[in-house]
């Protein structure tokens, strides 16, 4: 069992935890979306958060880049308490995100896309850049060969110039996520990065997610509904079910929860 | 040959000043995809504004400074009394709530300064004179030379800028917007100030034409056909299309209109836009959507 609020039983790499939510409580005109929700995430794991259709997986994210602000509760988030995140200073803080239903700009070319994850790292004033004087053709090329290697590590080279809206539903994913890498964030969260791919894209999908965490040390938290790839990908799993935690741990830990095999396995799903 | 040149260039410099007037519709639907119809509004407002303090023996330039600082402070109002609370309706919504705003800025603008026509005198003579054989306005020059000032500002400030870029992924996916850590909110009060800035130069160029009434939220109608020739989402789609508009209006009133009996001048840009959605919906310049099926 591992109802009590705060464990972090995670096999944590570092010390303090990188972002730790206490008590959350969130909902939408009196519908209870998620209640009282404390966890860690530690610095350099990929945490999943599992469970059922409408658990709040999903909220729990936008309450930790901001986009939802809890009723309740507070985020840690690199040593330092907010009452509640805004989706600007996260990105600043360094939190980078993909969501469930692709939010990429699909008018502009993967290359173009990528880049405006670079968009906080502008430092060239705006009449720098209209002119291109000072520092911002210099900056311009940096941002760009910054972008040419996230493409290159995702492998979508031969797609750089293409417009967004026009690939396939498997390289938006790919393309959403090397906006997110642009940002060189500290924390990636990844709303269902696999949802709607097929097995192969999957592993595909997983071993990028993989090679991101070891290579660049990046904290993962990601929301999965595929059990195989959490238990390959995940060192901590958090199971939500109707807006409370019933489970945390790690992915041995959940697999043998018997509240979570009540809930996740059992008959509902 | 000479009378045909003639009355071509006086329709392309009297389409500048169409152009004038669709840019500021471009540029908030560019950042928003909604067709802002209080543009016509803030025009009036604009124009009613300077005129105002004109006449009570304020100077030129700080008239001009005071109104562009009215203009930049609507421009914040609107976006937190309107805009914030309509974050991620459908654009019908907007569009719906920018037609209450045009008649609150019309309302306000008469409430403030009166209803009655005022004269406007920019110091530019409209009369015309002869250049390379043609006979042209000064005025009109005028309005072309700062049309193209205007168009090139805008053009280096939005396709060179990270506001260019952060416009263009406001317009495309708000939420997307959000999470890249662009501030929406600031966005959108940049773009309404800058539209309210050409909003007030077309005011000024259009008031010292027609005078300074009421009529004059009514040029939203000319921007129309513009628009939709030019494409909605490119600024010099709005200069091209006002060209058009410009120059093929004129040439039919005197070619066309002689032969079923004159005045065509008034509806021959909105058949010529009827054809242009029947072959080019998205206009000249405009994004083309793009989906997949």
Redesign the interface.
Known sequence: MSASPHISNSNSKGSAPLLRLEHISLSFKGVKAVTDISFDVAEGAITALIGPNGAGKSSLLNVI?G?YQAQHGSITFDGEVRRHMH??H???RGI??T?QNI??????SVL?NV???R??K?RSS?LE????IGR?PGEDDAQRRHAEKVIEFLHIQPWRNS?V??LPYGLQKRVELA??LA?EPRLLLLDEPMAGMNAEEKQEMSSFIADVNREFGTTVVLIEHDIGVVMQLADHVIVLDYGKKIGDGTPDDVRNNPDVIAAYLGTRH | MGFFLEVLAGGLLAGVMYSLVAIGFVLIYKASGVFNFAQGAMVLFAALTFVSLLERGVPFWLSFVITLLAMVALALLIERAVLRPLVNRPPITLFMATLGLSYVIEGAAQALWGAQVHGLDLGIKDEPFEFAGLLLSQFDLFAAATAAVLVTTLS??FS????G??L??VA??P??A??????LQRIWAVVWAVAGFVGLVAGLLWGARLGVQFSLSLIVLKALPVLIIGGFTSIGGAIVGGLIIGASEKLAEVYIGPLIGGGIENWFPYVLALLFLLVRPAGLFG?RA???V
């Open positions: 880049n986009v989706p600007h996260a990105a600043v980078a995100r969501f939010a990429l700009f699909k008018g502009m173009d880049l405006t994850g968009n906080l502008r705006w850049q209209a002119l291109r911002a417009v809206g026009k906006r997110a940002a | 280096l400030l060179k800028t990270r506001i870029l952060s263009r992924a495309d996916d939420l997307a959000l999470a890249i850590g662009i501030r994004e793009i989906e997949r």
